[in-house]
Every structure is written in C-alpha cells, then in structure tokens.
C-alpha cells in the first residue's frame, strides 16, 4: 500500500520494506524539488544528481550555464540508473551529505 506524499506524482509499481522510502515506509518529504540528471549510480542506495541552471553575467549580459550536484537516497522500489532524469524532494538529513529522497524518475 502506497501513502499520499503530498507531491503530484507517480508512485512506484513495485513494494519494498525500506522504512526510508517515502512511499511505503515513514520518511516525510518537505521543502525543495530538484529535477536533475542522474550523473552516478554507484553507490547502492545513493545517487548523485546534477542540475542546470542558467547564469546571468551582468557585464556580458549573457547568460551562462551553471551546474550543482545533490546527493540523493534512492528507495528500493525505484530504479534509477546513470542518464536518467528524476525528481528528487527535500527531506530530513539521511546522512552527512543526504538530504534528498528520489521521488520519481522521468526518463
């Protein structure tokens, strides 16, 4: 049974006992979305997402591309492999650098 985590989105297909996930287990989510790119999916329960946003330099008056990478726990019941684009929702600090849960992947 999945729970309403207050985000429009779609929940996973597939159960898991992770009392991490936001969906099938306790953890709340808050705050800040972040869509982004998934750069590393080496860790086994940690991805690492980059996202684009766009500079303004005032002295060109041109925009440049800026890039931030987040840390994200990734719920077992979502597969997420390097390329894809996900939706990552703010959450309590997991671990020393996560603080971002992996809600949805788009692509």
Known sequence: MTRNIGIPVTAPTTECTDHLCPFHGTLSVRGKLIQGKVVSAKAPKMVVVQQETPKFITKYKRYARSQSKTHAYKPSCI???????VLTAECKPISKSVSFVVVEVKS
């Open 79 to 85: 597969d997420v492999k390097e390329g894809d684009i």
